[in-house]
């Protein structure tokens, strides 16, 4: 199952499982409110992407801001050095905030970093600028230590930006990640090109529904980040994972990866998990209403949840 592919709206295929967010865990801590100290260090990066993409993942998800695009293109490199052709490999990666009023900028830059002629996709990593010139390339602050949002620059105007990059060969297609049903009525109304992915953070306790279904309805896939709950897995020690996990014979990542119908993204920098993780599975009826019923009652956990001082509009967040 983890070799199953999705159609997108353009028509080109996105593996159901893909490899690769959020490597730079450590920094996030810090500028995402992560809980989680995680660190890759020198070179574990390219090789886990080499040794990903030799074991059958054929989707590697990227970012300019994870700042390791050298070393996810050296592993690309290797693994097409190796024999894997370019056109069998789905390459994700992302705008950075404090480059959304410079989108051609940003995307030349990742290209180079990546040793790539083109990604497959690119998303809005986030809905929301930040200031271009601040103190800082990536996470620039104000005085008060928050982050230091451009008011100024609408998502929307960014995405027409980006609709420019459909003509250019550098990009297959486009999408967004982290919107909201609010962001995307707002996105559509005012551009041309409806998103081929909308990227967000899913797993038992933020299953996001008005998300899925509206975006079902629009034929815009769900790409899933975070599905052991970020840093740490903290998901893992459910205990309903922990009971589905040994009525199957399965790992507890297994599971959380096999809730999904769309795809999902799997992170490791271990060889033994990142082949492990593979292992995608069928979930019975009573798997998935007992995993459904995580976040019933309220129990709702967003992990990646950045200080913007903007409203996404996400319903667990007002």
């Known amino acids: 199952m983890a070799d199953t592919v999705f159609t997108l709206n353009t028509g080109a295929k996105i593996p159901a499982l893909g490899f690769g967010e959020h490597f730079l865990s ?52 290797k693994a097409f050095e190796a024999g894997l052709k370019r056109e069998d490999v789905f390459v ?4 950075w905030s404090t480059h959304h009023n410079r989108v051609q900028e940003n995307l030349e830059m990742s290209l180079r970093k990546l040793g790539l002629d083109y990604v497959d ?8 600028a930040m200031n271009p010139n601040g103190n800082h390339p990536l996470f620039p602050v104000t005085p008060d230590g928050s982050r230091d949002v451009d008011f100024s620059r609408r998502h929307v105007d960014t995405y027409l930006d980006m609709e420019k990059l459909a003509h250019t ?8 990640a982290n919107y909201s049903t609010m962001y995307l009525e707002e996105l559509l109304a005012s551009t041309s090109i409806v998103p ?24 815009i896939h769900i790409t899933a980040y975070s599905p052991l709950g970020s840093t740490g897995s903290p998901l893992l020690s459910l205990p309903v994972v922990e009971q589905i996990s040994a009525k199957h014979g399965v790992s507890r990542a297994s599971i959380l990866l096999s809730y999904h119908r769309n795809s999902v993204l799997a992170k490791s920098v271990t ?48």
């Open 92 to 95: 994700t990666t992302k705008l």
């Open 169 to 176: 060969g550098k990009v297959k297609t486009i999408g967004v």
């Open 271 to 318: 060889a033994s998990r990142i082949k492990a993780n593979r292992h995608i599975i069928k979930l019975d009826s009573e798997d998935t209403n007992a995993l459904a019923k995580e976040s019933l009652g309220g129990s709702l956990r967003r992990f990646v949840d950045p200080q913007w001082k903007v409203n996404l509009g996400f319903p667990d967040k007002q």
């Open 196 to 219: 081929a992915v909308n990227q967000i953070e899913n797993h038992p306790l933020l299953p996001q529904d008005d998300v899925l279904d509206f975006c079902k309805a629009r034929n």
């Open 26 to 77: 450590a920094e996030e801590s810090i500028v995402l409110t992560y809980s989680g100290t995680w660190q890759s260090k020198p070179g574990e990066v390219e090789r886990a992407v080499e040794y990903a993409l030799l074991n059958g993942y054929r989707h590697i998800d990227a970012a300019y801001s994870y700042g390791n695009e050298e070393e996810v293109g050296v592993g690309l490199r």
């Open 121 to 128: 996709l690119y998303l809005m990593h986030w809905p929301v």
